[in-house]
């Protein structure tokens, strides 16, 4: 399988500026018990996953694509039933009303991908670790606990495949101090939005 292109940084940009959605810019809304807002979730979890294409292995493209996965399930019940699944807390109501429940399982996958990712660089930027330890470490937290022993290799090999960590900072942008900024505030972002859904998830009302 052949590697994804990575996308062109323009000059005195960093990678992330080259996101269709950022979860920076994912609507939540308070008043409505931290509603957030489907289409634009989904965006910014499609974008993210652009972010295994700079780490440069084509052993990254199962996780990339299990993620793109459960994207694609919860986005074909936002088209099936667009009124009642304007933000994701209301979609699942709705899904699991109907007796269905592959959005919201798709969800609940996503949510432990996103948080993989965001554990992952979230410990790596603050500190000198290599990304195969921090990814690695994350995993076990996150997505290991359910995965089966056939899935478990396939992740393992993506994480030994990581790149060096200078290597990695260096295709997201030719400013450091901006690079980690600017990821800085994203993953905030990206962990908030992770720990809303995560509730949600495990409360009785997402339950089938």
Avoid at 116 to 134: H, M, P, R, V
Avoid at 137 to 142: D, F, K, L, P, Q
Avoid at 177 to 196: P, R, T
Wanted: charged residues 25%.
């Amino acid at each position: 399988m052949a590697a994804a292109a990575v996308v062109q940084i323009p000059a005195g940009a960093t990678f992330l500026k080259t996101f269709k959605k950022s979860f920076i810019d994912v609507p939540i809304d308070a008043e409505k018990g931290n509603a957030i807002s489907t289409a634009e979730f989904l965006e910014a979890a499609e974008s993210l996953t652009t972010m295994f294409d700079v780490l440069g292995s084509v052993a990254f493209s199962p996780v990339k694509k299990d993620m793109l996965g459960n994207v694609e399930k919860i986005r074909k019940r936002m088209l099936a039933a667009p009124l009642e699944s304007q933000n994701i807390q209301d979609l699942v109501r709705n899904e699991l009303k109907t007796k269905s429940h592959t959005a919201t399982e798709g969800l609940l996958w996503l949510v432990r991908g996103l948080e993989f990712t965001c554990i992952a660089l979230s410990k790596n930027i603050g500190s000198t670790e290599e990304l195969a330890d921090s990814f690695r470490g994350s995993y076990s937290v996150t997505l290991k606990p359910h995965h089966s022993f056939l899935v478990k290799p396939i992740f393992s090999a993506a994480m030994s495949a990581c790149p060096y960590r200078k290597d990695f900072y260096a295709k997201l942008g030719d400013d450091e101090k901006k690079v980690q900024e600017e990821l800085h505030e994203y993953l905030a972002a990206l962990d908030k939005i992770v720990n809303i859904l995560k509730g949600f998830l495990e409360s009785k009302e997402a339950k089938w």
